[in-house]
T-cell receptor, first 112, second 113 residues
Framework: GENVEQHPSTLSVQEGDSAVIKCTYS??????FPWYKQELGKRPQLIID?????GEKKDQRIAVTLNKTAKHFSLHITETQPEDSAVYFC???????????FGGGTRVLVKP | EAGVAQSPRYKIIEKRQSVAFWCNPI?????LYWYQQILGQGPKLLIQ????????DSQLPKDRFSAERLKGVDSTLKIQPAKLEDSAVYLC???????????FGPGTRLTVT
């Protein structure tokens, strides 16, 4: 089955700096890659996603890149703010209707 | 729109006891998921329903876990008997047919002592 590895497990950045989280996946048939943000004690919420026919996607300060050949994808947060502090999870899915496999999470701390 | 509802929010039980969790998905969402999230880890899918049918239960420990969605709307997840390693947050999520986005509920935090 699919295996998703996520790095780093913790990330501390100064407010205004950029944060980058990387994930690798094992199944070359995976075609959908969402990123979820989970604040302490709250539910995971989708912040951005990308499909395998696209190499990059941006939404304001957040961007995701996908390298299908290398089987890795990354989340980029620019101009970080304290409210970006949370745990971020990447995930991969093989086909529509199939299950999401999540990475282990990255705890991001933005220091003011 | 109302979100995914779950109850209870917290539960503390002793090992070997039984426990049940309830989930009501967003109206119209035919697909329902139960995830187990152990502290410090990502969510792991336990079971996925499409209406009242099971799509994937490959990671459900069937000797102690069971789930049902009899009328294709709300769902219950049961653990009997519980073990210490079942301590986790149990998240329910739902999605529209053919849609990629899963909407998560607030979760039930289970502590087994």
């Amino acid at each position: 089955g699919e295996n998703v590895e996520q790095h780093p497990s913790t990330l501390s950045v100064q407010e205004g700096d950029s944060a980058v989280i990387k994930c690798t996946y094992s199944d070359s048939a995976s075609n959908y890659f969402p990123w979820y943000k989970q604040e302490l004690g709250k539910r995971p919420q989708l912040i951005i996603d990308i499909r395998s026919n696209v190499g990059e996607k941006k939404d304001q300060r957040i961007a995701v890149t996908l390298n299908k050949t290398a089987k890795h994808f990354s989340l980029h947060i620019t101009e970080t703010q304290p409210e970006d502090s949370a745990v971020y999870f990447c995930a991969a899915r093989v086909a529509a209707g199939n299950k999401l496999t999540f990475g282990g999470g990255t705890r991001v701390l933005v220091k003011p | 729109e109302a979100g995914v509802a779950q109850s209870p929010r917290y539960k503390i039980i002793e090992k070997r006891q039984s426990v049940a969790f309830w989930c009501n998905p967003i109206s119209g969402h035919a697909t329902l998921y139960w995830y187990q999230q152990i502290l410090g880890q990502g969510p792991k899918l336990l079971i996925q329903f499409q209406n009242n049918g099971v799509v994937d239960d490959s990671q459900l420990p069937k000797d102690r876990f069971s789930a049902e969605r009899l009328k294709g709307v709300d769902s219950t997840l049961k653990i009997q008997p519980a073990k210490l390693e079942d301590s986790a947050v149990y998240l329910c999520a739902s999605s529209l047919p053919g849609s990629d986005e899963q909407y998560f509920g607030p979760g039930t935090r289970l502590t087994v002592t």
